[in-house]
């Protein structure tokens, strides 16, 4: 069974990667439905994108299936009550963004000058960035605290598990953007752990799914937080608030954003106690 097991998450992890590899190539060169020079962030880039990273990731849970002779649902897509585990996940990456903006802004580190969207421009928008954020969360999470990891750790056991998939997720995190500090890829990867500790407690992604989106949708739709991957650490242009972020480093993340703040590290073990509290294991 170990064996098997063990089979499967190697099989999800080549077939997803490489079925993302050869859409996005597609995708890119002979289709040039986008422009891989093009380095400004917009709803659709992340649409299409995360569209295929999602389609790969299912993929390869179809294989995994086979191999194991269990259901999709078994990898963490479980439907029961996937509602509102997800708007409660959303509640939660919301909320965590909200006390650390507000936790800067107290030290001088951020600033609202109105609003930088008008008219139809911030409905578009705002619907926009919600449904990419939300695809993004559901392709990150069906890829790194889904299938592979619920396959690992039927082979070496759950937290074992959860680690390597979170360290993974950190270093792709790293190196796959430019100018990553090592801030960003401490919390990313503290981030990715809490994440994995909400599936393995709640036995679905769907609460994760829900945290990631709306924190990455607070962080740099909202509030306008810069990130490397946006024009080498600029804010997205079309964000919500006008305003930003100044002062050092340490406080504001700097290009990287408000994830490498080192006020986000008591969050985080803030997020961990409180979850542990009110949660049960299932």
């Known amino acids: 069974m170990r064996l098997r097991a063990f089979l499967a998450f190697i099989v999800f992890v080549l077939v997803s990667q490489s079925l993302e590899f050869g859409l996005s190539w597609l995708t890119f060169v002979p289709l040039h439905l986008l422009d891989p020079n093009d380095r400004t962030w917009r709803p659709s880039l992340f649409l299409v994108y995360e569209g295929i990273v999602f389609a790969a990731a299912m993929a390869g849970t179809l294989a995994a299936a086979r191999i194991q002779r ?59 960035w919600l449904a990419a954020f939300f695809l993004l969360g559901l392709a990150e999470e069906a890829t790194f605290r889904a299938t592979g990891m619920f396959a690992l750790a039927d082979s070496i056991g759950r937290w074992p598990a959860a680690a390597v998939t979170t360290l ?49 949708y607070a962080a740099l739709f909202v509030f306008g937080a810069p990130n490397t991957g946006n024009n080498n650490g600029q804010p997205i242009s079309t964000k919500l608030l006008a305003g930003g972020f100044r002062g050092p480093e340490w406080l504001t993340g700097g290009t990287t954003g408000i994830e490498a703040s080192w006020l986000i590290f008591p969050i985080i073990a803030l997020l961990f106690l409180a979850f542990d509290r009110t949660s049960r294991s299932r």
């Open 70 to 128: 269990k259901r999709v649902a078994d990898y963490g897509f479980a439907g029961a009550r996937a509602a509102r585990q997800l708007l409660a996940g959303s509640a939660w990456g919301l909320g965590s963004v909200v006390l650390l903006v507000a936790a800067i802004a107290a030290l001088g580190g951020f600033t609202v000058a109105g609003l930088a969207l008008r008219g139809t421009a911030l409905a578009a928008y705002t619907l926009a």
């Open 168 to 216: 993974i997720f950190a270093l792709l995190h790293y190196f796959g953007k430019p100018n990553e500090s090592v801030a960003d890829a401490l919390s990313v990867g503290l981030l990715g752990l809490f994440l994995a500790f909400t599936v393995l407690r709640t036995g679905t992604i769907w609460w994760a799914v829900g945290f990631h989106a709306l924190f990455d």
